[in-house]
């Protein structure tokens, strides 16, 4: 049987998670209130939800140059096949429009892939 002394009542120490780093934060007031309400949907302290919302929510980073140049040029070659397709179309050449437009469709499958690989930074 464990003695009086031995025993330690309350909550058991936290150990290493103990937050020592200040972050200060401002907000307009409409922000604030808007935070505030968020915070109360779900429950928690406005300090709780800003640093849930703070480590947790992903933001996509800013392209790079070199990103922004492919996405430049995916986009030129996009308009050239869509200019290609309407000439064709005018002019009646129904079988190098279909090829035109399988190239079209194929190029919006790269343009997702770049936007999900981008995104999924």
Excluded at 18 to 43: I, P, Q
Excluded at 44 to 49: E, G, L
Excluded at 54 to 78: T, Y
Excluded at 84 to 93: K, S, T
């Amino acid at each position: 049987m464990k003695t009086h002394d031995s025993y330690k009542a309350g909550r058991p120490p936290k150990g290493n998670s103990k937050r020592s780093f200040k972050l200060t934060v401002s907000f307009n007031e409409d922000e604030l209130l808007m935070m505030r309400h968020k915070a109360r949907k779900t429950g928690m302290t406005p300090a709780a939800y800003c640093r849930r919302a703070a480590v947790r929510k992903q933001i996509a980073e800013a392209l790079s140059e070199e990103d922004r140049k492919l996405l430049h040029s995916l986009w030129n070659i996009g308009n050239n096949l869509n200019q290609l397709v309407h000439n064709l179309h005018a002019f009646g050449r129904t079988a190098q429009e279909r090829e035109l437009r399988q190239m079209s469709r194929e190029f919006s499958q790269v343009l997702a892939y770049f936007r999900e690989v981008r995104d999924g930074r």
